[in-house]
T-cell receptor, first 113, second 112 residues
Framework: KAGVTQTPRYLIKTRGQQVTLSCSPISGHRSVSWYQQTPGQGLQFLFEYFSETQRNKGNFPGRFSGRQFSNSRSEMNVSTLELGDSALYLC????????????FGPGTRLTVL | GENVEQHPSTLSVQEGDSAVIKCTYSDSASNYFPWYKQELGKGPQLIIDIRSNVGEKKDQRIAVTLNKTAKHFSLHITETQPEDSAVYFCAARYSGYSTLTFGKGTMLLVSP
């Protein structure tokens, strides 16, 4: 069974631009969670989608948003990029929203110049 | 909200030695505790997990223990090998809520 895939793997943007990251969960998994990983803050939860609905949201500004499609694929968007948004963005999928293991993709490395 | 503390931040051992990483959590409602291994350039990989109705779980050279009263859990790796070198993260989650709260990570270096 194929794992979680994320595209693109690397991205370079400049301040003020916006970016869209994509995540395809493991086949049959309906929950997708997004995390931001930085050296200083570690892994921080952004949001979770289940059956096309946002179920939980972390403590990030409204510039960070996401959505999930009927095939469970998910996208996250960051608008008006800031230097501090440079990070590894990780997507994790679960077979059901809670009480199940989360499996991570390889991440998208975003660099904001 | 939940807070997870992880120690040590770095750990160096000789091949064949044992390694122990410890985590504490703050929310007594947490009931699921996974451990992830992250190698350079890769996403975190789930290596073992434990639920609050179990005190210990083993999988070959890896074991996890949980002390609910003290709100801490530990990862034990025996007979370490150079390929065990990576960053290890502990996490906690409480029932009915899917979000994982992670520790800051432990960089484990196993020298041949």
């Amino acid at each position: 069974k194929a794992g979680v895939t994320q595209t693109p793997r690397y991205l370079i943007k400049t301040r003020g631009q916006q970016v869209t990251l994509s995540c395809s969960p493991i086949s049959g998994h309906r929950s997708v969670s997004w995390y931001q990983q930085t050296p200083g803050q570690g892994l921080q939860f952004l949001f979770e989608y289940f059956s096309e609905t946002q179920r939980n949201k972390g403590n990030f500004p409204g510039r960070f948003s996401g959505r999930q499609f009927s095939n469970s694929r998910s996208e996250m968007n960051v608008s008006t990029l800031e230097l501090g948004d440079s990070a590894l963005y990780l997507c994790a999928s679960s077979p059901v929203g809670s009480n199940n293991e989360q499996f991570f993709g390889p991440g998208t490395r975003l660099t904001v110049l | 909200g939940e807070n997870v503390e992880q120690h040590p931040s770095t750990l160096s051992v000789q091949e064949g030695d044992s390694a122990v990483i410890k985590c504490t959590y703050s929310d007594s409602a947490s009931n699921y505790f996974p451990w992830y291994k992250q190698e350079l350039g890769k996403g975190p990989q789930l290596i073992i997990d434990i639920r609050s109705n179990v005190g210990e779980k083993k999988d070959q050279r890896i074991a996890v223990t949980l002390n609910k009263t003290a709100k801490h859990f530990s990862l034990h790796i025996t007979e370490t090998q150079p390929e065990d070198s990576a960053v290890y993260f502990c996490a906690a989650r409480y029932s009915g809520y899917s979000t994982l709260t992670f520790g800051k990570g432990t960089m484990l270096l196993v020298s041949p």
